[in-house]
């Protein structure tokens, strides 16, 4: 696990291109700790950048920049090959010779040796890397399946630019970026950038599953190596009989493989535990293939219905791990806000990246790699508006658009205020919280299109983004326009598709993958092991979800290892107070970032809507604050980077 980052500018690199690149790559720092390295092609205008975390082969050996053992290839390198063992193994009996311990070195032969499609279909593991060749001079980039590592690249006048983060770009003179105002509406949206977009015009997010090979011209088109749609595809056409012993026993024995492969470290290995399905599965597999107590970890808070601690107790006493856990204050927590621009370096508003943070910072007190349970609602149907936009459309989907659309001006007549006093009629044990609030939010979904239509307004915090230039219509993912339509006809199928074409890369692991890498942590996804999601593509949907919950079959796993009672719980997620701090602790940022002089500076959102929103949150008549935490970290980012 490392953090990556490099150039190719056509005129030449000049004699400074090392200590150049060198200082691209101190920008990111914290990815990698424990070294950096630099190798320049001078002739061509190539330099490659690298900072290290060591987490297999801790010799400078195994330090990158590393070259083929013919010299053809050069590469940097951000991740793990899992199963690099065994892929060495296979290269040795074919004569090729390691000089290394290492993942890399093994990598680089291996593409030698068989080609890039070739060695990409044999590889288990995470990575995002720059592959220069210098005997044809053509660089290629590549990123794992689902996106787990980040990877970024464009040209900027007239330099090829790559690597981990945006931040790292700069520290060049060439560097000379401007924010892409669809990006900015996006994260208004869905308080994230979707790919290929970034905050910056010009500079793509690699897809998950791609690799591209550029020219001196940065000319080339990226070409997809592993697919969701077509893996969606193929599982909606061979579906696996609705035998659920037999697909309990595959699925435990793939979910224990994935484990094995994610602890193969030379450092200590522990693992996020929040005392829900994935994590608890995630942790019962892990203790089994250790001969020790697991290392695993949690954080608590005090505020009503956000602690996960102690269900997360609760788990590790029955599976008997070392368990490490923290309860903060809010203090602890709005501590971190001030950084969070800092390490995400593009606007980025899911809330839960804080405790994600927090936790991070825990491990890796104790720890370098963390395995999670991300990536289990996705996989297995996890999430609840699966089934409630399963229901909701199948039953007012019946009705004529244009009559759901007077039902929704009729219910909106009333303000939410005048609903929560018409709830108030109720007794008191009845009565909803925010009433108003959520009567309105269902109006504002009633006259949907279709499925896709009515998933995309429930995931949408604004529907029209409140950007300072007028944005027509709503934000859109990029990556649902190639071929989605085709890939899957029920709807179930499509929610999840779409998540893991989107959600998944561009918010779930975006938020581990800059939490974790802001302390020099490794985080590691077994359930994202590519044979786990084609195995899940597979399941019909009662394996699915049975009785209106979801992950039905994955919990039958966990079942063998943790009795239910101790994970059967409201999904919690991973959150904070946001909604109780804007108004109280962080209310005077809040002002201040969304204030009508601070708006009309950074010249990115309107100030009207924003400024109607937060009073309204501030009084408490609504609850804004998802729409105002994406409003906030958009002014935050441009006050730190822009």
Not at 493 to 517: E, F, G
Not at 604 to 622: C, M
Request: aromatic share 10%.
């Amino acid at each position: 696990m490392c953090g990556i980052v490099g150039f190719w500018d056509p005129r030449g690199g000049g004699a400074m291109a090392g200590d150049l690149v060198r200082e691209m790559a101190r920008a990111i720092a914290h990815r990698g700790p424990d070294g950096d390295g630099a190798w320049v092609d001078a002739e061509a205008g190539v330099a490659l950048g690298h900072r290290r975390l060591a987490i297999i082969d801790l010799s400078t050996a195994a330090s990158q920049p590393m070259a083929s053992g013919n010299g053809r290839w050069v590469v940097t390198y951000n991740g793990e090959v899992y199963n690099h063992a065994d892929i060495r193994r296979e290269l040795e009996a074919e004569g090729r010779r390691f000089r290394t311990q290492s993942d890399t070195e093994v990598m680089l032969e291996a593409f030698d040796a068989w080609g890039i499609e070739r060695a990409l279909g044999r590889f288990i593991g995470m990575f995002a890397l720059a592959l220069w060749d210098r005997r044809d001079r053509k660089l290629t980039l590549i990123r794992d399946r689902m996106g787990v590592k980040p990877l970024y690249y464009g040209r900027n006048n007239g330099v090829l630019f790559f690597g981990s983060q945006p931040k790292a770009f700069r520290p060049h003179p060439a560097w000379r970026p401007e924010i892409d105002r669809d990006a900015i509406a996006a994260c208004l949206a869905f308080n994230y950038i979707p790919a290929p977009l970034s905050v910056w015009r010009g500079i793509r997010k690699l897809r998950p599953g791609h690799y591209v090979t550029l020219d001196a011209e940065g000319q080339g088109e990226e070409r997809c190596y592993w697919d969701p749609r077509e893996v969606a595809r193929g599982g909606a056409r061979q579906r696996l009989p609705e035998d659920a012993v037999a697909a309990e026993e595959e699925l435990d024995a793939l979910l224990s493989d994935a484990v094995k492969w994610r602890l193969v470290a030379d450092v200590p290995v522990g693992a996020f535990l929040s005392g829900g399905i994935d994590s608890s599965t995630v942790v019962a597999l892990m203790q089994r293939h250790l001969n020790r107590p697991a290392k695993t970890f949690t954080i608590g808070f005090r505020e009503g219905g956000y602690d996960e601690a102690p269900a997360a107790r609760a788990v590790a006493r029955h599976l008997g791990t070392e368990h490490t856990e923290l309860y903060l204050g809010h203090g602890d927590a709005l501590a971190v806000i001030p950084t969070l621009s800092d390490f995400y370096d593009e606007p980025f508003a899911d809330a839960s990246q804080i405790p994600t943070m927090l936790v991070s910072r825990l491990a890796r007190q104790s720890v370098t790699v963390s395995l999670s349970g991300d990536g289990g609602d996705e996989a297995f149907a996890g999430y609840p508006r699966y089934p409630l936009v399963t229901r909701i459309g199948g039953m007012l989907g019946r009705v004529p658009r244009s009559l759901r659309a007077g039902l929704a001006r009729a219910i909106t007549a009333l303000s939410p205020a005048g609903w929560d006093r018409a709830f108030d009629l109720l007794p008191a044990a009845r009565r909803p919280r925010l009433a108003g609030d959520r009567v309105h939010k269902f109006a504002g979904v009633l006259d949907f299109a279709d499925f896709d239509d009515l998933h995309r307004r429930i995931i949408s915090h604004w529907q029209v983004p409140p950007t300072a230039e007028r944005y027509d219509g709503a934000p859109g993912f990029p990556e649902l326009d190639r071929d989605y339509s085709a890939s899957v006809s029920a709807p179930l199928d499509r929610m999840q598709l779409a998540d893991m074409l989107t959600y998944l890369p561009d918010d779930i692991l975006v938020k581990l993958d800059r939490a974790s890498m802001s302390v020099g942590l490794e985080g590691r996804e077994p359930l994202l092991d590519h044979r786990v999601l084609e195995f899940a593509w597979r399941l019909p949907h009662a394996l699915r979800i049975s009785g209106g919950s979801g992950k039905w079959l994955l919990r039958k796993v966990l079942d063998r290892y943790v009795p239910r009672a101790l994970v059967e719980r409201p999904k919690m997620g991973f959150g904070v107070p946001i909604d109780a701090w804007l108004r109280g602790p962080l209310r005077e940022w809040a002002e201040d970032l969304l204030g009508e002089k601070s708006l009309r500076e950074a010249g990115l959102l309107d100030p009207a809507p924003v400024r109607q929103y937060l009073a309204e949150h501030l009084s408490g008549r609504r609850n804004r604050q998802y729409s105002l935490w994406g409003a906030l970290m958009v002014q935050a980012w441009h006050r730190r980077w822009a």
